[in-house]
């Protein structure tokens, strides 16, 4: 089975920061995963993608992020989402996903996290 885990969401201040961590783990290797990426659900709205990161490095980021976030991966299967100068607009449920190349064994192309709350409010 394959695994992702968010953790770091919690209440923040607007103007503060907050890191988030996506660790993968299960029947996968790094290398058939084509990007990493961070999607968030604000309350009442879609789930929209955040920013994301391909195996070779190269990132891409919503225009809502205004160059305040910062999407990273490190070399022990980890994802983290850096978010500085936050906003109330930033409230919602992110979540972690990975796409592969080519479809996994069930045909899956992607696998989702369970989610991790960010909560911007004074």
């Known amino acids: 089975q394959v695994q992702l885990v968010e953790s770091g969401g919690t209440l923040v201040q607007p103007g503060g920061s907050l890191r988030l961590s996506c660790a993968v783990s299960g029947n996968i290797s790094i290398s058939s995963i084509a990007a990493m990426a961070w999607y968030r659900q604000a309350p009442g709205k879609q789930r929209e993608v955040v920013a994301s990161?391909?195996?070779?490095?190269?990132t891409n980021y919503a225009d809502s992020t205004k160059g305040r976030f910062t999407i990273s991966r490190d070399n022990a299967d980890n994802t983290y989402l850096q978010m500085n100068s936050l906003a109330p607009e930033d409230t919602g449920v992110y979540y972690c996903n990975a796409r592969r190349y080519k479809p996994g064994p069930k045909g899956e192309l992607a696998y989702w996290g369970q989610g991790t709350q960010v909560i911007v409010s004074s």
């Open positions: 990161i391909t195996a070779i490095g190269r």
